[in-house]
């Protein structure tokens, strides 16, 4: 994975830069908080409306793709069942994210938003947990269509840059056939970034993958509405964490962007969840155009960018 790792690198800045602006979905709120500033990444005030992390880390999304680096580099044999041990240990039962868990569950009856100190686990973890304590061979969630499971098979795809076993990892986190379509879809942009071609997302429409027709189908009709305004039309297509709406906004936020610092900056003013987009486009301009595109002082500011560059 070492040729590859600034991809990684890529994903995992743009969701520490976009952090303490993640699930804000108030655009006039949001608005009003960057307002006047220069630059609104890796934000010392967190603004997140549920949660707050230290400021260099990431949200949930980016943390289990971390976490499969992570057993990766431990041992490049048996990662499935070592992935799944490290889910249960990273954010399973005595982990900070599942006293938040338990902390949410008590404040149900109040109203208004939980505000948690601490990291906050997404749907398809907490459906994985389950699942792989009860001994499922497939373990991911399936109520919810989101970006876990790309995420969680980054890692493993940048190292064996193999589609079908990569699809088989998708499926441990996140097992709905909306969120697979989608995560696969992002692989093979990548995957076209990696290998030198000038426009990945010309090359995947002329893919004829079935599993692929409506995608294609949807990134014709945002290619229409390049020049609109991208805070405005995320709003129109998806500002949530769920497919198909992160896909098709971080796909118009790309052919909109010149490179991933405007990149980044635009998913973030879009607000909503960003963060699961950011994974998306800084993973594919950082692919595109190489671990130069990704501003230094970024980088700095992460503090998974230190465990990446050992």
């Known amino acids: 994975m070492k040729n590859n790792l600034h991809v990684l690198l890529g994903a995992s800045v743009a969701d520490a830069a976009a952090r303490p602006l993640h699930w804000v979905y108030d655009q006039k709120k949001l608005a009003k ?3 006047n500033k220069k630059e609104f990444v890796f934000l010392k005030k967190n603004h997140c409306p549920f949660y707050k992390v230290k400021l260099g880390l990431t949200s949930g999304y980016n943390d289990v793709a971390q976490l499969m680096y992570k057993t990766i580099r431990e041992s ?26 338990h902390i949410r569950k008590k ?40 970006s876990d499971g790309f995420c969680a098979a980054l890692p493993y795809f940048l190292y064996f840059r193999d589609f079908k076993k990569t699809a088989h990892i998708v499926s441990l986190v996140a097992n709905t056939k909306k969120s697979m379509n989608y995560a696969m879809a992002k692989f093979y942009l990548i995957n076209f970034a990696l290998l030198g071609y000038k426009d990945p997302i010309n090359e995947f429409l002329r893919l004829k993958i079935k599993s692929f027709k409506s995608i294609q189908s949807d990134i014709k009709k945002i290619k229409k509405m390049k020049s609109l305004n991208h805070t405005k039309i995320t709003k129109k297509l998806g500002m949530a964490c769920s497919y198909p709406g992160t896909f098709n906004s971080s796909i118009h936020c790309i052919i909109s962007s010149s490179n991933y610092q405007s990149a980044i900056s635009k998913t973030i003013r879009a607000g909503g969840c960003n963060c699961s987009r950011s994974n998306f486009i800084g993973a594919y301009f950082s692919a595109l155009k190489g671990e130069g595109d990704i501003p230094f002082n970024w980088v700095t500011r992460s503090s998974f960018s230190k465990s990446l560059l050992v």
């Open 33 to 35: 908080i960057i307002k």
């Open 107 to 146: 404040y149900k009856k109040v109203k208004g938003r939980v505000f948690i100190n601490g990291p906050w686990i997404h749907q398809n973890i907490i459906e994985t947990i389950d699942n792989i304590k009860k001994r499922k061979k497939i373990t991911g969630g399936k109520k919810v269509n989101e």
């Open 76 to 101: 490049p044999e048996h990662i499935e069942t070592r992935f799944k041990k490290n889910i249960v240990k990273h954010f399973g039962p005595g982990s900070k994210y599942w006293k938040n868990l």
